[in-house]
Nanobody
């Protein structure tokens, strides 16, 4: 499956953005999918994700209550609604997918086989 993320941009603190990730090649309905991000000089970190069943959502503590992940299996598209953005949310955001990730590996970047190209989010204070 190929993933393409878009929707990044520059916003002021307190603003919002919605990222989208379009999957092609095959249906991702039975994939675990999610978002990671990498800020300059920092390691890649988990942001949010769906379990393979799609029934469970996971969030990093740093974004809980501000970000919402959603998916539209009919459109093969994943979303990340980001509200109340902070300068520390500045990063390149990647959408990811995997057919083998389990609960214990959900937050590990190494557990995901498919990565989108990344979209830059810049939040200014």
């Amino acid at each position: 499956v190929q993933l393409q993320a878009f929707g990044g941009g520059s916003v002021q603190a307190g603003g919002f953005l919605r990222l989208s990730c379009a999957a092609s090649g095959r249906s991702f309905s039975n994939y675990a999918v999610g978002w990671f991000r990498q800020a300059p000089g920092k390691e890649r970190e988990f942001v949010a994700g769906f379990s393979r069943s799609g029934n469970t959502q996971y969030y990093a503590d740093s974004v809980k209550g501000r970000f919402t992940i959603s998916r539209d299996n009919a459109k093969n598209t994943l979303y990340l609604q980001m509200n109340s953005l902070k300068p520390e949310d500045t990063a390149v955001y990647y959408c990811v997918g995997s057919r083998t990730v389990i609960t214990s590996t959900m937050r590990l970047s190494s557990a995901y086989h498919y990565w989108g190209q990344g979209t830059l989010v810049t939040v200014s204070s």
